[in-house]
């Protein structure tokens, strides 16, 4: 897979990160929407294959197709700006402020849900012959999903709130380290095994992804899922979104770049080696 060390490949994140944080306002929004749809029609895939076989394990195996193949593609996700663009600012790059940051984490925030909406609307279509009938057990496990995960969590009210945050902690600790991992390879059989293996982890153990939810909570409510807008947006999306903030930075971005670009090097002394001891004279 022609792997590429720490030393090597956390550069390269810097320079993705000032990368988007200088591109237009068009292209930005292009790219996280294309990236909002595809991870949204890779969940609804993951949630179909999981409804017909029965087999979380077999969805969880699988759901990595979009993040993949959106990011081979180029496109963004808000998951993975988190990560890469406060790296630019931390380096000092020239030009780079937190208003450039911000720029960039509110124009892929938009563009991801603009997708995923559009996805959301398509797939209760689907699942209900355009509202024409109720929705088929596909889209009854989606609304499921919608109640279990605002209303669950606001049963237990300041636990569930703590219990949302860190699931979305370890959900971007795990999408980022897949996104730094298609840094790791030079060939595309290596960046998509590598970025495989995290995004699997995550989508099996349940962990709350702020650009999947887009997708999975507004086709809830067009699904009749028993919860609110406003249960949504308290209850799941804002703590999620600050969770992944949280995780992506703080156990990917902060230490790659603090222990290989600010390494804290130790001073190293050659031992001393005693003299040779004199040639005998022939």
């Given at each position: 897979m022609a792997y590429l060390t720490p030393a090597e490949?956390?550069?390269?994140?810097?320079?993705?990160?000032?990368?988007?944080?200088?591109?237009?306002?068009?292209?930005?929004?292009?790219?996280a929407f294309m990236a909002g749809a595809i991870l949204a029609l890779s969940a609804a895939f993951a949630i179909t294959i999981t409804v017909n076989t029965g087999q979380p394990l077999a969805g969880a195996i699988l759901f990595p197709v979009g993040f993949v193949l959106l990011y081979l593609l180029g496109f963004d996700l808000l998951t993975g700006v988190f990560t890469l663009a406060p790296l630019a600012l931390i380096?000092?790059?020239?030009?780079?402020?937190?208003?450039?940051?911000?720029?960039?984490?509110?124009l892929v925030f938009v563009g991801n849900?603009?997708?995923?909406?559009?996805?959301?609307?398509?797939?209760?279509?689907?699942?209900?012959y355009g509202f024409?009938?109720?929705?088929?057990?596909?889209?009854?496990?989606?609304?499921?999903?919608?109640e279990k995960r605002t209303?669950?969590?606001?049963?237990?009210?300041a636990s569930g709130m703590l219990t949302l945050f860190i699931r979305g902690m370890l959900c971007n600790w795990m999408v980022s380290t897949g996104v730094?991992?298609?840094?790791?390879?030079?060939?595309?059989?290596?960046?998509?095994?590598?970025?495989?293996?995290?995004?699997m982890l995550f989508f099996y153990m349940g962990f709350e992804h702020s650009v999947v939810n887009m997708f999975l909570f507004p086709s809830g409510l067009?699904?009749?899922?028993?919860?609110?807008?406003a249960d949504y947006l308290v209850w799941n999306e804002i703590p999620t979104v600050l969770g992944n903030l949280v995780g992506g930075l703080s156990f990917v971005g902060l230490t790659l770049y603090s222990t290989h670009v600010r390494t804290g090097a130790t001073r190293h002394t050659a031992p001393t080696r005693p003299a040779a001891a004199p040639t005998p004279a022939e």
């Open positions: 490949f956390v550069p390269k994140l810097i320079d993705a990160g000032e990368q988007k944080i200088f591109m237009s306002t068009r292209d930005t929004l292009i790219r380096d000092r790059r020239p030009g780079v402020t937190i208003g450039g940051v911000l720029r960039n984490w509110g849900f603009a997708g995923a909406l559009l996805v959301a609307l398509f797939m209760a279509i689907i699942v209900t024409d009938v109720p929705p088929n057990k596909v889209g009854q496990t989606i609304g499921l999903i919608g209303l669950g969590y606001a049963a237990h009210g730094v991992a298609a840094f790791m390879a030079t060939h595309v059989s290596g960046k998509v095994l590598a970025m495989w293996m995290p995004i067009m699904l009749g899922g028993n919860f609110s807008l």
